[in-house]
């Protein structure tokens, strides 16, 4: 049977863990389950982290979005219901190319050294608790879901759940409320922005045959 999760705060900032990762790349290819043998005791919450890097610059690196997002779903769904996360072998095992992914997370260094001094317990009955963590894990699940739809040809489809999903992982292994609330607030804005879209899209098919 699976093992509970018992969220404890973690020993050092995600910038860290960041830096330790990256010294630790060492192949042409690397996969989540390197990256989450990397982090080892660090957490399901900073794997998360991590995952949304590389949608918060403008580069595109090919599978990433399915695969990152695929994790981010799964591990979200294990915080929901309390238990360790099944991750597929589609998920975890793909091949995805190091000289691409290392200098977006390099740059994910630099931004996250910038917000980690702001990064402190706060409003902790955000983060504290059985109901709460569930809460959250959905919230963080959505945000997942909203990363992974194929929408990349619109602007910031990816960039502001990845920012969500960054807040709140980061909000949540570091107890900071503040951060827990930015990332609700940006799954919504974020849930906002899709839809005035698809109402767009349909208000648009909607004029087409009086045009023709």
Do not use: H
């Amino acid at each position: 049977m699976s093992k509970g999760i018992e969220f404890e705060d973690t020993r050092m900032c995600t910038s860290d863990v960041l830096v330790q990762v990256l010294q630790n790349i060492k192949t042409e290819q690397i996969t989540l389950r390197d990256i989450m043998s990397l982090l080892g005791e660090q957490g399901l919450l900073l794997i998360c982290a991590l995952m949304s890097l590389p949608f918060l610059f403008p580069v595109s690196i090919p599978g990433v979005s399915t695969v990152f997002g695929a994790g981010i779903v799964l591990i979200a769904f294990a915080i929901t219901i309390n238990r360790l996360p099944w991750l597929p072998a589609f998920v975890v095992d793909k091949n995805l190319e190091a000289r691409k992914l290392i200098p977006v997370l390099e740059r994910g260094v630099k931004f996250l050294r910038r917000i980690d001094r702001y990064i402190k317990p706060r409003l902790t009955a955000l983060t504290t608790g059985a109901l709460i963590n569930r809460l959250n894990g959905l919230a963080l699940m959505t945000s997942g879901i909203l990363l992974m739809l194929p929408l990349s040809f619109i602007p910031f489809s990816n960039t502001i759940p990845g920012v969500a999903i960054l807040m709140l992982s980061s909000g949540i292994s570091q107890r900071d409320g503040l951060l827990v609330i930015l990332g609700y607030l940006l799954m919504v804005a974020t849930m906002l922005y899709f839809s005035a879209i698809a109402y767009a899209a349909y208000m648009a098919g909607q004029a087409l045959p009086l045009l023709g």
